[in-house]
């Protein structure tokens, strides 16, 4: 054995150990509270100051939302005699009685009680419809079939248990209708029924027509009496569908070299841009009727999704030109090398590209107009915002605002907030830089 080699084969290792786990004070709830909470002097002071806060408002709020809440009274008045009773003299309470009873009118409005299963059977075909184009498998549709049947189960057992006959609730043919599109999609739940199911995508709006109006087989029923959430409903996701296609194409158009094809986008654009949408709700509900011919009947709820959908088209036009404009420009040289045409080369190449740089806006352009859909009520429309007030009038109800209030801005945080997690999920699915 050389010299060289005897002085370095003591450093040779003739073992083999374990490896060794991480210290505690790296992983898991203790280091993430010590990156996340009080990784400085700072962040641990606004830490405890929150939690200070948190524990200041959150028992208050309790206990007027839960612990000394009513849910059955007839009146605001027996309402406040039931909380004095059951809690004293001076103490405060949320009165959900007037959502118990008046929960139908907020969800359908005046929607006949008798043909509430066709407002039903239409959003949950919704559903139906959106999850071949919102997700990659038939998996999601499953898990919302069986998710809303386990909802009505114990709904009807909750009415059962209190009096009522919840089996009229379980046995509805929404559930018949659930019960066979999930057991459709739990067994050919493939790629190839998939793409067959986006005919039914396609055909939805007929079918939603005819559910909700009437004809055919079904009762008609008029559009005076659509309201609450049911009315929110018909024309947040009818603008949502509509402004994205007519969006693009604006956007494009204002991309254009055709001067007049420009012209009139950004004429469009701008002036859609320029005029608050309550303005444009007042020209729908009682100018257009005097551009129609004599005797024309064109519905009021029709007027409005016309100008809700063009008004938001304006905005999303913005967004998606935002997202053609942040493509460096090999992307358009790289689909004229292929020989690609103009419209094989947006569909191929430029438009998928812009439009995941879009998400944000594009999710955000969706938010503001669901929200937006609350100003129907200055026209004479009782979307929830607007039922409130008939609801106040009432002589047993007056004087009740945060219970109503409170549970309408439910609707729309949980609506709102499931469009903002999957826009998230959406962009971790195609965020390309992460892909291996």
């Not at 991480?22 to 002097?41: Q, V």
């Not at 004293?88 to 009873?101: K, P």
């Not at 009415?159 to 018949?176: A, C, H, I, R, Y």
């Not at 826009?423 to 291996?436: F, I, Y």
Request: aromatic share 12%; proline share 5%; with cysteine.
């Amino acid at each position: 054995m050389s010299g060289t080699h005897a002085e370095t084969v003591a450093y040779v290792a003739d073992t083999q150990y374990d490896p060794e786990p991480a210290p505690s004070s790296s992983t898991g709830p203790i280091a993430w509270m010590r990156e996340s909470l009080f990784s400085s002097w700072t962040n641990a002071g606004l830490t405890i100051l929150c939690i200070a806060l948190i524990a200041w408002i959150v028992p208050a709020i309790l206990e007027w939302a839960v612990f000394q809440s009513v849910w059955n009274a007839k009146s605001l008045s027996e309402c406040r005699e039931i909380i004095a009773t059951r809690f004293g003299e001076g103490a405060h309470g949320a009165c959900w009685a007037v959502i118990n009873e008046r929960f139908g009118q907020l969800l359908y409005g005046f929607y006949p009680a008798d043909l509430r299963w066709r407002p039903d059977t239409a959003a949950l075909l919704l559903v139906v419809a959106l999850v071949p184009i919102l997700f990659r498998t038939m998996r999601p549709l499953v898990y919302a079939m069986a998710g809303l049947i386990a909802v009505k189960v114990v709904f009807a057992i909750a009415w059962t248990l209190m009096g009522d006959d919840g089996m009229d609730f379980l046995l509805s043919p929404t559930t018949f209708v659930a019960l066979v599109v999930g057991g459709l999609a739990f067994v050919f739940g493939s790629e190839a029924v998939k793409s067959k199911w986006l005919y039914f995508t396609l055909a939805y709006p007929l079918i939603a027509y005819f559910l909700l109006w009437g004809g055919l087989i079904f009762e008609p029923v008029r559009s005076s009496l659509f309201g609450g959430f049911l009315l929110t409903m018909i024309i947040g996701v009818t603008g949502i569908a509509g402004s994205l296609p007519i969006g693009i194409l604006l956007a494009l158009g204002r991309q254009s070299r055709l001067p007049v094809l420009k012209m009139v986008c950004v004429t469009f654009i701008e002036f859609i841009r320029g005029v608050p949408l309550i303005t444009l709700l007042f020209v729908a509900s009682t100018l257009l009727n005097y551009f129609l011919p004599p005797g024309t009947n064109f519905d009021l709820i029709l007027r409005v999704l016309i100008m809700v959908t063009l008004f938001a088209s304006a905005y999303m036009a913005e967004v998606v030109r935002g997202g053609l404009a942040a493509l460096p420009r090999g992307q358009y040289e790289a689909a004229d090398t292929l020989g690609l045409t103009y419209w094989q080369g947006m569909r191929l190449i430029i438009l998928p590209q812009a439009l995941k740089i879009s998400i944000p806006g594009i999710v955000n352009t969706f938010i503001g107009l669901f929200k937006d859909t609350t100003l129907v009520a200055v026209i004479g429309l009782l979307d929830p915002l607007g039922l409130t007030n008939p609801i106040r009038s009432d002589a047993n109800w007056n004087g009740i605002v945060w219970e109503l209030y409170g549970f309408i801005a439910l609707l729309f945080f949980i609506c709102c907030w499931s469009m903002s997690r999957y826009s998230m999920l959406l962009e971790k699915r195609l965020r390309a830089s992460d892909r291996r």
